[in-house]
């Protein structure tokens, strides 16, 4: 307690941080490229398990490759690709970390409301405030961005949905018959020995 009777709270907090996770220096002017990327997987792993049991849309697979290319490759905290940061520059990593942790808050509550769209959207901008973290850390590495990881996404996306629904008008009665039977003597083929 300080002189007027009030606990210190900052002190309190980074106490209890201390003793939770005993592997972070609480001082350490490169901690926000860690819990950055911590952060970052456990959320990805959320939405994963979100998505996992039906198909994908080409959205909800791009947020998820977007997160993947931004964790790739992450680099410990000792690398010689991570830079010291200045004060103005820390100063930004903690304004992308706050916003980070508003978009992370409202991702829970989408969660637990079943909002897969909206966690489909936070996803992206809780990778992008990840992604301007590395930048700043790490700026010699080369991260894409949301627009190129959709592009292709989509593009994917449309050739598997092609593969699933050719484009054919209308076809007869005679050409699904004949496509039929052309599958069945091919697996019929292949299970002969």
Do not use: C
């Not at 952060?39 to 994963?48: C, D, G, M, N």
């Not at 998820?64 to 680099?75: N, S």
């Not at 790490?138 to 593969?163: N, Y």
């Amino acid at each position: 307690m300080n002189e007027d009777g009030n606990m210190n709270t900052t002190a309190d907090m980074a106490n209890k941080a201390s003793e939770l996770r005993p592997d972070i220096d609480l001082n350490d002017p490169k901690l926000g490229l860690k819990i950055a990327a911590e952060r970052l997987s456990i959320v990805r792993y959320v939405f994963l398990v979100q998505i996992e049991d039906g198909i994908a849309s080409a959205a909800q697979r791009a947020s998820l490759e977007y997160a993947d290319a931004v964790l790739i490759g992450w680099p410990e905290t000792d690398s010689p690709e991570v830079v010291d940061l200045d004060d103005a520059q820390l100063k930004i990593v903690r304004e992308h970390m706050e916003l980070m942790e508003g978009y992370i808050g409202k991702y829970s509550q989408m969660e637990h409301d079943g909002d897969l769209d909206g966690m489909t959207d936070t996803l992206i901008r809780i990778t992008e405030r990840v992604a301007e973290v590395r930048r700043l850390y790490q700026p010699d590495f080369p991260l894409p961005t949301f627009a190129e990881i959709r592009r292709v996404v989509q593009d994917e996306w449309d050739e598997d949905m092609g593969k699933i629904d050719p484009k054919e008008d209308n076809p007869t009665a005679g050409e699904i018959e004949e496509e039929t039977e052309s599958a069945d003597g091919a697996a019929g083929e292949g299970g002969q020995a």
